[in-house]
Each structure stands twice: as structure tokens, then as C-alpha cells.
């Protein structure tokens, strides 16, 4: 996990494109910039990342569900609950579930644990569209070093 740069997945360890369902790991760094400001003394992930390492995980899982062909945008967050803390060198399970996909639109349940404790969870919207130009290399090499690319079966991310 780089918190400073937003790639919050270190590595994608379940891909079911049957179910419908993927799982994560994150590994929050020991230390970050991002901690020397929130809090000083008593460092958390913020709430925005958790939920941005949600989000992650759940495009992962749409970008292997479409078969790499669109893009997944978050639209919106709903229903999200915050049950418990993140500080730095937690490793975190995330998982999503894919609830609806159709006429451009996706929706996922995801949630992240730490040590089997519900962190926390949220109902995520995305909009999927084309690649932005210049977006899909970048998308599919880091695909590739999660480890999705492989799970999807999507090999090398050469189109399907």
C-alpha cells in the first residue's frame, strides 16, 4: 500500500469471475506522510482511504468481470460504516462482491478486516465507460503486479 500515491491493493489473492467476487490484501506502510498529519502521536488510515481501498478492490473485480474492456468510475458510497481504526503496519483483507452490472453502471458490496474484525464496509456505484486515452497500459501493469491479470486468466493483458 503507497498511501501517498493511492494505490491501496498489494496484491489480489481471490478472483471468482463466477460469483462474482474478489479478495485483497493491503498492507498499510509502517509509515507514511499521510500519518504525520492524521493524527500527530496517534496515527490512523483516514476514513477516505479505507473507502478508497474499497473502491480498488471493487474495480479490480469489475475490470476482470468486463473482461478488461471498460473502465469502472466511482459514482458514489453508500451505506458505508466505520466500525473500527487502522494504524500503520495492519495488514487488511479486503473483499467486494458484484451486486449489479448493466447499461454502464456496476454496483459492489465490499468490506475490509484486520485480523478477522470488521473494519469496515460500504456499497459502491460505478460508472464504467471506454479507457481515458493513455489509461489502459497503466491499468493492466498494475493488474498485472497485483496479480489479477493472472487470475482472471487474462494472462499478459492482452485484450480477451
Not at 498511501?3 to 481471490?14: K, S
Not at 482511504?49 to 480498488?56: P, R
Not at 493492466?140 to 480477451?160: C, F, K, N
Request: charged share 20%; net charge negative.
Amino acid at each position: 500500500m503507497r498511501l501517498e500515491y493511492f494505490e491501496m491493493i498489494d496484491a489480489v489473492v481471490r478472483l471468482d469471475r463466477t460469483a462474482g467476487t474478489i479478495e485483497a490484501v493491503a498492507k498499510v506502510p509502517d509509515a507514511s506522510p499521510v500519518f504525520e498529519g492524521h493524527f500527530p502521536g496517534h496515527p490512523l488510515v483516514p476514513g477516505v482511504l479505507l473507502t478508497e481501498t474499497m473502491a480498488q478492490a471493487s474495480g479490480y473485480l469489475i475490470l476482470a468481470h468486463l473482461g478488461f474492456e471498460r473502465m469502472p468510475f466511482l459514482t458514489g458510497v453508500d451505506k458505508a460504516r466505520f466500525r473500527s481504526f487502522v494504524g500503520p503496519g495492519a495488514v487488511l483483507t479486503v473483499t467486494a462482491k458484484l451486486e449489479h452490472d448493466g447499461s454502464g453502471y456496476a454496483v459492489t458490496k465490499a468490506a475490509i478486516r484486520h485480523e478477522g474484525k470488521s473494519i469496515c464496509d460500504a456499497e459502491l456505484r460505478f460508472r464504467t465507460m471506454p479507457f481515458p486515452e493513455g489509461l489502459d497500459a497503466p491499468m493492466r501493469e498494475r493488474a498485472r503486479t497485483s496479480g489479477l491479470l493472472h487470475l482472471a486468466g487474462i494472462g499478459d493483458g492482452a485484450p480477451t
